[in-house]
């Protein structure tokens, strides 16, 4: 809860392919999907008094938009650039010009080969978090909303 028992908003965006990650190699990433790890963070969220608000999307242009429209709702953001993390140079922009605390998320270190330290965006978080893929999101949301108090 903000200073004015308000309930922190936080803008979750899930990035390219987020959707197909119950397609993704069961040896690493087990038999999670995208509605799997939103029901989780929702639970997460109603147990921390926090209300959110879910996006994936992949399409670049569509995250931005949305970063965009939801800026004055949100006091933070939850993100999972997925690959755009390595190329996105106008989502970098969208970070640095909204100005809101934001915590990059990744299931895993590697994504289509490169690591994930080598993130354009982590510049404009507040935190990187790195798996595992089982509590990733959880350490995640818990980082913004100490950042938030």
Known sequence: MSADNDPWHVLVIHGPNMNLIGKRPRQVFGTLTLDKINRSIRRQAHELGVQLKIFQSNSES?????????????????????????SSYTLLDTLELIGLPTVEVHLTQTLAGRDVSESLLKSQCISQIVGPVDDAYRQGLDTLITNLQ
Do not use: E, M
């Not at 938009?65 to 650039?81: C, E, S, Y």
């Open 62 to 86: 569509d995250i931005v938009t949305k970063l965009q429209r939801q800026r004055k709702w949100a006091d933070g953001i939850f993100l999972n650039p997925s690959t755009l993390c390595f």
